[in-house]
């Protein structure tokens, strides 16, 4: 059959091959190919894409609709459908990279055999690749080298995938796929990384010029890339070199039929694009930011937290961006001019802020302080602390005296609603210091132990005529005084001023002490972000609006909206006498440090006992916003942490939330306000009873009876001196209450926590004190005195 050497020839001509032989072998050879490049492509399959060429980022965006940050995912990558990619992206694409896509098979045999030459000559074997082919080696081959086996690769799967998936999916997979520079994967990310816009809104210009950066974003980024190459990657260069090829790309769009030469003219000029950013940088403020709304997605959007770190999200958020920076910058104000470690090391170190702002009309959290670094400091002190909030307490307490009203002493203890006396803030209560504290129907409260209980006031001092001491609500919330909101808490009953707490918004998690005097003056520990959520219901007028940081969620298509709903947890006649009184404390009281120029201000003072806390919550017909501050050890590995005293604190002989706390408020509120309309508080109509307005024989114990049986109270008082740890929280001073000490500083010293929960478990009964005083660390802010219980002689 292989007629070779010739054997009907004789010298040279025996040596060289008959045309049958010749043609045998290459119809052999060739038969041969095709026969083996069929076997290779029936026994290919088409490659799942690669989960690296797929992962992508959840972006965040404020609440105007700027991008805050990208990160979540392995890349800055968000892939959208085809819908969302204009059509002038697709057709610059195809203009200048594979004019042919619709129609050829996936390949380019005249730049295979280009990239072959090449390789023979010793160059590399890039070159020639279709659309398709870039499709599958960046999303389907993890091999990126330019070597034969993998070209042979790359073309077998592009022939199976241009031959069995839609060109438009290829289309789609290839620009969600490609890499445009400025860490950006995909379409939608470089949209933000360059123009800071979504995919869907990129005009024919803009398009045109990310078609050419598609070409390696060293050389055609605008910014230039000096520090890869600084000879030919200038920000000049790069300027030049991108600006050719866009135009060359919309002439040749034009020259396809994809562009109308009217439309073309209009971009003439390379796009502004903005200066790079780190897109996963997540100190400062924005690492806070994006917990907050991460929880949120997972709470409320019915993403999993595993769904979500697989990327993909777009997460649009109510975060105000200048209002952040504004909030961040009046912190740092006051830290950097009173707070010096290294000049007060016994007082200043650990020394923590906390801070957030709620949008009344929709509860939307506009800007939260979380602490001084993501970073460096882990803990979201918007969120969550752990510090009591005192007598920023107090205005549930006179909303819940406003609508439920207080117990008749002659029906039993659980009398519906109308057997009470709604209470005005005209009436009269006892602003005795170390008041002895009794049940609504007159008899002495007193403990598991039998313990009775005094109330302390700020300074242990007594506010008031003698001998009755009786001044009226306004009054007693503009001194923060504790003992007559104590007694109006017994009074009303600590279930209905819990309830109040709840309906305002605060969260029953974060209520403790219910069952303790001193659940009046602040020994729970809400978060500023609940504490401001729930001021803001007082602001818009009864009407509670949950907090929320997301307003939307998408991925590929809406997933998640939120809907704001509101619920009358007051009248309106409940809620704007709450805020008038509340104006009090502003105008003419513990909060004048908050006052803001021609606007109306409300708001409340705390500080707890033991000084270890201490608020500001206040707002304005159009933001509430609740400041916090505190002292503890910022170090997790450290056991038995606990909020320290702040006596000294930044040169202040002690911290009241009419110091710090309000003045970060007012030089934040100042900025976050500013250009916004000066809107009045609704006038009040006129509510209630007044009670207690005839003054009742004040027994008052000789000193020696007072303290002959003292135990801390549930909570001890801000006061100085110190009680056994009450059942709750220690009650706190008023913030800048001139007399802060709370009464008893025996009970729980570190357990008032700023926002609100004390740090030690309300115990069945105060141990008692010989001083009668308690430790109040976590009770009342505003108005520090602490409770006493202790036998009245």
Not at 141 to 165: H, M, Y
Not at 630 to 659: N, V
Not at 703 to 725: A, G
Request: proline share 6%; charged share 25%; net charge negative.
């Amino acid at each position: 059959m292989i007629d070779y050497p010739r054997f009907d020839r004789d010298g040279w001509r025996r040596w060289v091959p008959s045309w049958k032989l010749v043609s045998g072998v290459c119809i052999g050879f060739f038969g041969t190919m095709v026969a083996a490049a069929g076997i290779a492509y029936a026994m290919v399959g088409i490659p799942e894409p690669d989960k690296a060429a797929t992962a992508q980022n959840n972006v965040y965006y404020w609440a105007d609709g700027s991008q805050m940050v990208a990160t979540g995912g392995e890349l800055n990558r968000q892939s959208v459908d085809l819908a969302q990619i204009p059509m002038e992206m697709r057709n610059a694409v195809i203009s200048q990279e594979n004019k042919t896509f619709y129609s050829d098979s996936g390949i380019d045999p005249k730049g295979i055999a280009r990239a072959v030459f090449n390789m023979a000559r010793g160059g590399e074997t890039q070159g020639g690749s279709t659309i398709t082919q870039q499709y599958v080696k960046n999303a389907m081959l993890n091999d990126q080298s330019q070597t034969i086996s993998r070209k042979v690769k790359e073309i077998f799967v592009s022939i199976k995938v241009g031959a069995e998936e839609p060109k438009d999916k290829i289309l789609e997979g290839y620009l969600n796929s490609a890499y445009y520079g400025r860490g950006a994967y995909g379409i939608q990310a470089a949209s933000r990384a360059y123009f800071n816009v979504d995919a869907v809104d990129l005009n024919p210009g803009q398009c045109a010029f990310l078609s050419a950066v598609l070409k390696g974003a060293t050389y055609y980024d605008p910014a230039g890339s000096p520090s890869i190459d600084p000879v030919n990657a200038t920000a000049e260069a790069n300027s030049d070199r991108a600006q050719r090829q866009m135009q060359d790309t919309l002439d040749k769009m034009v020259e396809y039929g994809h562009l109308s030469q009217e439309k073309r003219a209009q971009y003439t000029e390379l796009p502004k694009v903005q200066n790079p950013q780190s897109n996963t940088q997540l100190g400062g403020q924005i690492g806070y930011l994006v917990r907050l709304a991460k929880s949120s997605v997972i709470k409320n959007a019915g993403v999993t937290e595993q769904q979500l770190e697989k990327g993909g999200y777009s997460i649009y958020t109510t975060f105000d961006k200048k209002k952040v920076e504004e909030l961040e910058t009046a912190v740092e104000n006051v830290y950097k001019k009173n707070i010096d470690p290294k000049k007060r090391p016994e007082e200043d170190t650990h020394v923590q802020f906390g801070g957030a702002s709620v949008n009344p009309e929709t509860g939307a959290i506009e800007a939260i302080y979380g602490g001084e670094d993501a970073t460096k400091h882990f803990t979201n002190n918007a969120d969550v602390t752990g510090a009591q909030v005192g007598s920023t307490f107090k205005p549930y307490v006179l909303a819940a005296a406003m609508k439920w009203g207080v117990r008749d002493p002659e029906l039993g203890e659980n009398q519906a609603q109308d057997e009470r006396t709604v209470v005005s803030p005209k009436s009269l209560y006892s602003g005795k210091n170390n008041l002895k504290i009794n049940n609504y129907d007159g008899s002495i409260w007193q403990n598991e132990k039998g313990e009775q209980w005094r109330q302390e006031n700020d300074g242990k001092e007594s506010v008031g005529e003698p001998p009755s001491y009786k001044i009226d609500l306004r009054e007693a919330m503009r001194q923060s005084v504790n003992s007559a909101f104590v007694q109006l808490g017994m009074d009303v009953g600590l279930d209905k001023v819990k309830e109040a707490a709840v309906d305002a918004g605060l969260l029953e998690s974060s209520l403790a002490g219910a069952g303790y005097p001193s659940f009046s003056i602040g020994v729970s520990d809400p978060s500023a972000i609940r504490m401001a959520g729930s001021y803001a219901t007082f602001a818009a007028s009864g009407k509670q609006r949950e907090p929320f940081s997301v307003t939307k969620v998408t991925k590929k298509g809406p997933i998640y909206t939120h809907k704001v709903t509101s619920k009358q947890a007051f009248t309106a006649k409940v809620a704007d006498n709450v805020t008038d009184v509340l104006k009090t404390v502003v105008e003419d009281g513990t909060g004048t440090n908050a006052q803001l120029p021609g606007r109306e201000v409300a708001g409340k003072t705390g500080t707890t006992d033991g000084n270890k806390s201490a608020w500001f919550v206040g707002y304005t017909p159009q933001l509430s916003t609740a400041i916090s501050m505190f002292r503890y050890p910022d170090d997790e590995t450290l056991k038995d942490r606990k909020f320290l005293e702040m006596y000294g604190t930044g040169g202040e002989e002690e911290i009241h939330g009419a110091s710090f706390p309000s003045v970060i408020w007012q030089d934040y509120m100042s900025d976050a306000l500013k250009g916004k309309p000066k809107e009045k508080f609704p006038k009040p109509e006129p509510i209630g009873e007044v009670i207690n307005d005839t003054p009742p024989p004040s027994p008052s114990p000789s000193p020696s009876e007072t303290e002959e049986k003292t135990s801390p109270s549930p909570t001890p008082s801000p006061s100085e001196s110190e009680t056994t740890p009450s059942p709750s929280p220690s009650d706190t001073c008023g913030v800048f209450e001139w007399n802060c000490e709370d009464g008893d500083n025996s009970g729980n010293d570190n357990s008032g926590n700023e926002n609100g929960g004390s740090d030690v478990s309300p115990s069945p009964s105060p141990s008692p004190s010989g001083s009668g005083e308690e430790e109040d660390t976590r009770g009342n802010q505003n108005g520090g005195g602490g409770f006493i219980a202790g036998q009245e002689g």
